[in-house]
């Protein structure tokens, strides 16, 4: 099962920061972060990761707490094109397969 | 950007027929892995592949299943008969290494209607 809590749905107004929480509380310190999105059913479009600092890329921000038990994905600047499901995941350092484990994800509407 | 490719786009097949999904991974990609997606449901892992061995599989990959790496270029999903609850998106992925600080790429997926 999924080690990720996140909300089932957000909106956010186009042009606006897109901020997406998402609460992993049982993380081991091994374990990295990672926020994939998928629009309509296309294949997960891979995001960011990170273990302890904070991110950036030209695609999004992920700000990690300091005890990692929560992170944020923020998108700075929304655009209709960001409508879609994001799924916060973590993910072990050394796993043997490395599989990504999915939850049901944030659907995130952009509106004009 | 090198990026997977996954062919066919839509497969239809009857029950009980045998269907091969091919995906062409990113070209220097070690690790290669299926997902799929029943309708309305979540991604599941299926498999992961890696020097020619299977590392690791879910519930999901029974005897019905197979994957192989034919040649240097392509990844395939076989599934053996198919029955009907294995129509479903699948998702062939690629990455550098098994590891956590490894990013997946994800193909744009095959989508199989079993009648």
């Known amino acids: 099962d999924a080690k990720t809590t996140q909300p089932p749905s957000m909106d956010c107004a186009e042009g606006r920061a897109a901020n997406l929480p998402c609460n992993h509380s049982t993380i081991s310190g091994n374990e990295y972060v990672y926020w994939y999105r998928q629009i309509h059913s296309q294949g997960p479009q891979y995001i960011i990761h990170g273990l302890k600092n904070n991110e950036t890329n030209e695609m999004a921000s992920l700000i990690i707490t300091e005890d990692r038990k929560s992170s944020t994905l923020i998108l700075p600047h929304a655009t209709l094109r960001d409508t879609a499901v994001y799924y916060c995941i973590v993910r072990v350092a050394n796993n043997q397969g490395g599989k990504l484990i999915f939850g049901q994800g944030t659907e995130l509407s952009v509106k004009p | 950007e090198p990026e997977v490719t996954q062919t066919p786009s839509h497969q239809v097949t009857q029950m009980g027929q045998e269907v091969i999904l091919r995906c062409v991974p990113i070209?220097?990609?070690?690790?290669f892995y299926w997902y799929r997606q029943i309708l309305g449901q979540k991604v599941e892992f299926l498999v992961s592949?890696?020097?020619?061995?299977?590392?690791?599989k879910s519930e999901i990959f029974d005897d019905q299943f197979s994957v192989e790496r034919p040649d240097g270029s392509n990844f395939t999903l076989k599934i053996r008969s198919t029955k009907l609850e294995d129509s479903a998106m699948y998702f062939c992925a690629s990455s550098e290494t098994s590891g956590g600080n490894s990013e997946q790429y994800f193909g744009p997926g095959t989508r199989l209607t079993v009648t």
């Open positions: 070209s220097n990609h070690l690790y």
């Open positions: 592949f890696y020097n020619n061995e299977i590392s690791e």
